[in-house]
């Protein structure tokens, strides 16, 4: 599948519209529920602080998948992204309040590839902190 976004009107610098990701205690009990991914981690404040977590801390994949949602959105196809890639840097800290925690992404187009694709480098962070490193996604446009 192709995105809908033209590979000859994009240029290398190009800005895609912002996110900005709520996460809440009950976002990753649900998450953990769709996943199967249970670790106490993400959901006992009393244990993750005993490993030495600040706090209850949000999945990495989950993370993942919300900075990609930028792309995706931008794209107007899931389909168009071809190839993602992400380190993770600082975990995504969900307190236990009403607020939680908000994950807010960034993404340009970094550069022009070959066969209508283009590379799209990704920053999210949240509270401040830098929570993925090196996102990159690779893109096929039409």
């Known amino acids: 599948m192709t995105a ?8 290398v610098g190009t800005e895609l519209p ?14 953990a529920g769709a996943s199967g991914d249970f670790n106490p981690i993400h959901f006992n404040e009393r244990f993750a602080k005993e490993v030495g977590l600040p706090d209850v801390i949000a999945h990495g994949m989950f993370t993942m998948a919300e ?4 792309v ?3 794209a107007g196809d899931p389909g168009a992204v071809v190839e993602y890639g992400v380190r993770f840097t600082k975990p995504v800290v969900v307190p236990n309040d009403d ?8 993404a340009k187009v970094a550069e022009k590839l070959g ?3 283009v590379r799209v ?6 509270a401040g902190q830098k929570v993925l490193g090196l996102a990159r996604a690779v893109v096929r446009l039409a």
């Open 115 to 117: 066969d209508r694709q």
């Open 4 to 11: 809908k976004i033209g590979y000859d009107e994009v240029e």
């Open 18 to 31: 912002p996110g900005t990701f709520p996460v809440t205690r009950d976002t990753l009990v649900r998450y």
């Open 99 to 106: 607020k939680g925690a908000v994950v807010e992404v960034t």
């Open 121 to 126: 480098d990704i920053a999210a962070s949240s």
């Open 67 to 70: 900075a990609v949602r930028v």
């Open 72 to 74: 995706t959105d931008w």
